[in-house]
């Protein structure tokens, strides 16, 4: 989820927490818990900071060791040490589950985003997403702030986030069977598709779809379950091109290909300068796929730029090679 609705998450926990007789009859730990929640909701971005570095080092590394099962009992710990400081007369064993429930539910809303997590580590660099919630959902983030309100106006914190989390539990059990009904429904339409990636987007009945065939990438969207291809191309195996071999090499392009589960590829050679170009067909929008990985190479194979990343346009694109180094 983004920060924001990981920010309200924790608020909730904090009050859902008074629900705890040590929590509810002792103030202090109550105000420690609260803390405990909130930093336990963000805790696990932390890794957005790789962002700073580029863009190569963030897509291999976020939501990867920072949710994985070491972290999520690390995080509970740090952060309740930590506030135990602050607060010496905090019950530290329920500040320190509280926090850790905090932190193990964020990795778990985590799982049913498009991007997912490598939640499993040590046991498996697998990454798991679900594919049912998009990053942002304004409905989970409006009932959050709907819960934090009533709680301002006097409600009980308890029954009230109890309450709100019943609502949005079933809320997730409506977007997962409306996902299965959309998956059903390109099935129909095309029941050779040997495997179909499914993300949500900001309205309930809308989904993006990418699908791989024998021979086809097909790009997709569901509006109320009703399918609407967009684009087709031909499933063409990576070509042996000493350019693209030089390509692989780019940490943008490596990064880009260990994070890509469908992509369609351009290799460009020129007489002074060539180009390789990978395509995720996950997110088209607005007629634009707009995560990319690009590589210049000289006419020796040498590196001259790279980039990957989020681009909406063609001259953003050019621009951000312009200024990056090779």
């Given at each position: 989820?983004?920060?924001?609705?990981?920010?309200?998450?924790?608020?909730?926990?904090?009050?859902?927490?008074?629900?705890?007789?040590?929590?509810?009859?002792?103030?202090?730990?109550?105000?420690?818990?609260?803390?405990?929640?909130?930093?336990?909701?963000?805790?696990?971005?932390?890794?957005?900071?790789?962002?700073?570095?580029?863009?190569?080092?963030?897509?291999?590394?976020?939501?990867?060791?920072?949710?994985?099962?070491?972290?999520?009992?690390?995080?509970?710990?740090?952060?309740?040490?930590?506030?135990?400081?602050?607060?010496?007369?905090?019950?530290?064993?329920?500040?320190?589950?509280?926090?850790?429930?905090?932190?193990?539910?964020?990795?778990?809303?985590?799982?049913f985003n498009a991007?997912?997590?490598q939640a499993i580590?040590?046991?498996?660099?697998?990454?798991?997403?679900?594919?049912?919630?998009?990053?942002?959902?304004?409905?989970?983030?409006?009932?959050?702030?709907?819960?934090?309100?009533?709680?301002?106006?006097?409600?009980?914190?308890?029954?009230?986030?109890?309450?709100?989390?019943?609502?949005?539990?079933?809320?997730?059990?409506?977007?997962?069977?409306?996902?299965?009904?959309?998956?059903?429904?390109?099935?129909?339409?095309?029941?050779?598709?040997?495997?179909?990636?499914?993300?949500?987007?900001?309205?309930?009945?809308?989904?993006?779809?990418?699908?791989?065939?024998?021979?086809?990438?097909?790009?997709?969207?569901?509006?109320?379950?009703?399918?609407?291809?967009?684009?087709?191309?031909?499933?063409?195996?990576?070509?042996?091109?000493?350019?693209?071999?030089?390509?692989?090499?780019?940490?943008?392009?490596?990064?880009?290909?260990?994070?890509?589960?469908?992509?369609?590829?351009?290799?460009?050679?020129?007489?002074?300068?060539?180009?390789?170009?990978?395509?995720?067909?996950?997110?088209?929008?607005?007629g634009y796929y707009?995560?990319?990985?690009?590589?210049?190479?000289?006419?020796?194979?040498?590196?001259?730029?790279?980039?990957?990343?989020?681009?909406?346009?063609?001259?953003?694109?050019?621009?951000?090679?312009?200024?990056?180094?090779?």
């Amino acid at each position: 989820m983004d920060t924001g609705t990981h920010f309200v998450m924790g608020i909730a926990i904090g009050g859902l927490a008074t629900l705890d007789p040590a929590i509810g009859e002792h103030s202090v730990t109550a105000q420690a818990v609260l803390f405990g929640a909130i930093l336990g909701q963000q805790a696990p971005d932390i890794d957005t900071v790789l962002k700073l570095r580029n863009n190569a080092v963030y897509i291999r590394n976020h939501r990867g060791i920072t949710h994985s099962i070491p972290a999520v009992l690390f995080w509970p710990l740090l952060i309740s040490g930590f506030l135990a400081i602050i607060f010496p007369e905090v019950n530290f064993l329920h500040l320190w589950m509280w926090t850790f429930f905090a932190v193990a539910l964020h990795v778990f809303v985590d799982l049913f985003n498009a991007y997912g997590t490598q939640a499993i580590r040590p046991f498996s660099s697998k990454w798991v997403a679900f594919g049912i919630i998009n990053t942002f959902d304004p409905i989970i983030f409006g009932i959050h702030i709907a819960g934090i309100i009533l709680w301002g106006f006097g409600l009980p914190p308890g029954p009230t986030f109890v309450a709100m989390y019943i609502i949005i539990v079933i809320y997730y059990v409506l977007r997962f069977i409306e996902r299965n009904k959309v998956k059903h429904s390109v099935l129909k339409i095309l029941p050779d598709a040997k495997k179909i990636i499914i993300s949500p987007t900001l309205r309930f009945h809308r989904w993006r779809i990418a699908i791989l065939t024998e021979k086809e990438f097909i790009v997709a969207r569901s509006h109320d379950r009703a399918l609407t291809i967009l684009d087709t191309f031909e499933r063409v195996p990576l070509p042996e091109s000493k350019v693209l071999d030089a390509a692989k090499h780019d940490k943008n392009l490596s990064a880009f290909l260990s994070f890509s589960p469908v992509y369609r590829f351009e290799i460009k050679e020129g007489k002074d300068i060539s180009e390789v170009r990978f395509i995720d067909l996950r997110y088209r929008s607005n007629g634009y796929y707009p995560f990319v990985a690009v590589v210049h190479l000289d006419k020796n194979l040498n590196i001259i730029n790279s980039y990957t990343g989020w681009i909406f346009s063609e001259e953003k694109l050019r621009k951000k090679l312009d200024i990056l180094p090779g």
